[in-house]
């Protein structure tokens, strides 16, 4: 099959891209036909809103990394989005690809297209309420105020915990459902906190399983 990975981080090299060519490699491994698009060097603008669009066969007015993004997901059988976690969401470079979608939403549409979500974030993929107490106290050690440090995705009460990547999963799943993309799943790795972590990172074994599962 031909599998596109659309890395939507901005640091090259990153974590991002180290899990996107791990997955890759593994992929070729398999005989699969593999393609990367960086977001650090194919830029895409944000979605003006204009609709020019749709009352012109999906044509946008903006001529950007875009059109190369279009080429390559029409000869796709899969497509993964890969992003850093940022804010709780995903990377502004990856939005900008998915409001972009809205010029095919109502007009021509994806052809049978596969997708998947990897995201990397620098917290543990599950905060617990002993994390943020662990931190809390980390941060009065170091004389920081109590809210320095703290991951943003909200505090969880005693005994509870939340899920990081919340926001990001439940934007993926619903632009796939909206777009028509058979979901083939979400791949999280956590605690990715400096450029470079991800290299020695054994959860890219789920990585390279899914891979080869193709
Ligand atoms: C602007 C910005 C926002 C971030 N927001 C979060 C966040 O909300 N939660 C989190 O766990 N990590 C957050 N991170 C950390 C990154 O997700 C993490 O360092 C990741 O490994 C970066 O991937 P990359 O090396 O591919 O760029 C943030 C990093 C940046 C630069």
């Not at 890759?24 to 003006?48: Q, S």
């Not at 939340?162 to 799943?185: C, E, W």
């Amino acid at each position: 099959m031909n599998i596109l990975v659309i890395n939507g981080s901005p640091r090259k090299n990153g974590n991002t891209e180290t899990m996107s060519d791990t997955f890759l490699e593994a992929a070729r491994e398999n005989g699969h036909t593999t393609k990367k698009i960086n977001l650090y060097t194919t830029k895409v603008n944000p979605c003006l809103g204009c609709d020019y669009c749709h009352s012109h066969g999906s044509a946008c007015v903006q001529k950007d990394g875009m059109d190369d993004i279009y080429r390559a997901m029409d000869q796709a059988d899969l497509v993964v989005f890969a992003s850093p976690l940022y804010s709780c969401g995903l990377s502004a470079q990856m939005v900008a690809v998915l409001n972009r979608f809205y010029s095919r939403v109502h007009t021509v549409g994806f052809h049978s297209l596969s997708s998947a979500l990897f995201i990397v974030s620098g917290g543990p993929t599950i905060i617990t309420s002993e994390i943020i107490a662990r931190f809390k106290k980390m941060a009065e050690n170091n004389n920081l105020p109590r809210n320095v440090g703290m991951f943003g995705s909200g505090e969880p009460a005693v005994g509870e915990s939340t899920h990081i990547n919340s926001a990001a999963v439940d934007q993926y799943r619903k632009v796939a459902k909206i777009n028509r993309f058979a979901d083939l799943g979400v791949f999280e790795i956590g605690g990715m906190r400096a450029k470079g972590d991800m290299k020695n990172s054994p959860e890219l074994q789920k990585i390279r399983d899914f891979a080869h599962s193709l």
